[in-house]
């Protein structure tokens, strides 16, 4: 009976282990599609007019942090079908180049992973449809999930904020974010 049950639970856990690995797998492949996606619209379309709003699941852009080897597709929403894609824009937070507080959410098991590596100092770049920016990590902080001020208005000073969840250990408990928080240093 014991033999039985023990090899109910092998069994059981490598289920567990091959759904697991289906899903990350799948959100890498949903990730890297979404990073071609904005690379090719940036280098075809060139620089164009800033549209008035864009639309859930639009590619906006793309985020980079060159010293981490951190690169993700900006895309509009942050809904679970954005955020596998990369990283997620809160819709109601401003867009680089709007002179206020734009908040860039995004998965700890994809790309944002790397921002457990983040140093004061570190440039991060935002190539969007419509320009350029360019931002220099200011401070990085451990924050409830219910503490909404990282989500303030700044206006007129622009501020970009990267944030996750926290621990950055895969499947740990999640009532924590990691903030990044950037200043525009040029556009």
Do not use: W
């Not at 906006?60 to 990369?86: H, P, Q, W």
């Amino acid at each position: 009976m014991r033999k039985i049950l023990g090899v109910c639970l092998v069994v059981i856990g490598i289920g567990f282990m091959v759904i697991g690995g289906q899903q990350l797998y799948t959100a890498y492949q949903a990730e890297t599609s979404s990073l071609g996606a904005a690379k090719e619209i940036l280098t075809t379309n060139g620089i164009v007019t800033k549209p008035e709003e864009f639309i859930q699941g639009d590619i906006i852009g793309l985020v980079r942090i060159e010293r981490l080897g951190f690169e993700s597709a900006i895309v509009e929403g942050v809904k679970d079908e954005d955020l596998i894609k990369g990283a997620g824009h809160l819709s109601e937070t401003a867009l680089p180049g709007d002179s206020d507080k734009i908040v860039l959410a995004g998965h700890r098991n994809q790309a944002f992973g790397k921002l457990e590596h983040v140093e004061v100092g570190d440039r991060v770049e935002v190539q969007t449809i419509y320009g350029n920016y360019t931002y220099r990590v200011r401070a990085m902080a451990v924050v409830d999930e219910t503490q909404t001020e990282i989500l303030l208005p700044t206006a007129p000073k622009e501020e970009l904020v990267l944030f996750t969840c926290y621990p950055f250990v895969f499947g740990a408990p999640t009532e924590q974010r990691y903030v990044v928080y950037s200043d525009l240093v040029s556009e």
